[in-house]
């Protein structure tokens, strides 16, 4: 299975992936390249760093989606790099037909709340002001609708009383880096069994 990484900010589930990759702890998921939208971004940092390639396609003039031809350009810059496998880490742009149509159910998301509860933006601070006692990530198919494709894995974590918002988010986060690398290893083996 050979993944392109797709991501708009920070990039610490792309590190963990990247990491992964290069201690060999990937499963039989090759990383292909990282693909990053917004100029400047740290995402853009990593690949070079972990010894793959880095890539910033221009993507139009919104902030939340791609105008189809761009879109297209996007579906063939990763297909170029030998990339059958599309793991969105931290991706805050919709993607719909032409990227969809190129990955045929192989394009997974990353979520930072136990879905199908609170989809969309600011997931974890909708989580906190809600006053959940349990929430976490979810790992799922992306479909034409927003945060709503079949959910393959989950991680739960608890609001302790002590909690802050930050704190409540680390904590979110510690629990994303291991389950979404643990999901693309998990989905190797059924891409190629042995
Ligand atoms: C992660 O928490 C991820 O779940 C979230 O963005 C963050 C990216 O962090 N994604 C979404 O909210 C998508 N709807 P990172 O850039 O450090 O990996």
């Not at 350009?73 to 969809?100: N, S």
Request: aromatic letters at 8%; proline letters at 7%.
């Amino acid at each position: 299975m050979n993944i392109a990484i797709l991501g708009s900010g920070h990039g610490s589930n792309a590190e963990a992936i990247l990491a992964a990759h290069a201690a060999g702890q990937l499963g039989r998921a090759r990383v292909t390249g990282v693909f990053c939208d917004i100029p400047g971004a740290r995402i853009s940092e990593l690949g070079p760093r972990y010894g793959v390639p880095s890539f910033q396609p221009d993507a139009g003039p919104f902030k939340t989606k791609f105008p189809p031809s761009v879109e297209a350009d996007w579906a063939k810059a990763i297909q170029e790099t030998g990339a059958d496998f599309l793991v969105l880490a931290g991706f805050m742009r919709v993607i719909k037909q032409p990227l969809l149509d190129a990955f045929p159910g192989r394009v997974i998301n990353l979520h930072p709340s136990l879905l199908p509860a609170f989809p969309g933006l600011d997931a974890i601070g909708q989580a906190w002001r809600h006053g959940v006692k349990v929430s976490g990530c979810t790992v799922h198919y992306v479909n034409a609708t927003v945060d709503g494709g079949a959910i393959i894995d989950q991680a739960a974590v608890r609001r302790e009383d002590g909690d802050t918002l930050e704190s409540f988010a680390q904590k979110i986060h510690a629990a994303e880096h291991i389950l979404l690398p643990s999901v693309i290893v998990r989905l190797s083996a059924v891409a190629f069994p042995s």
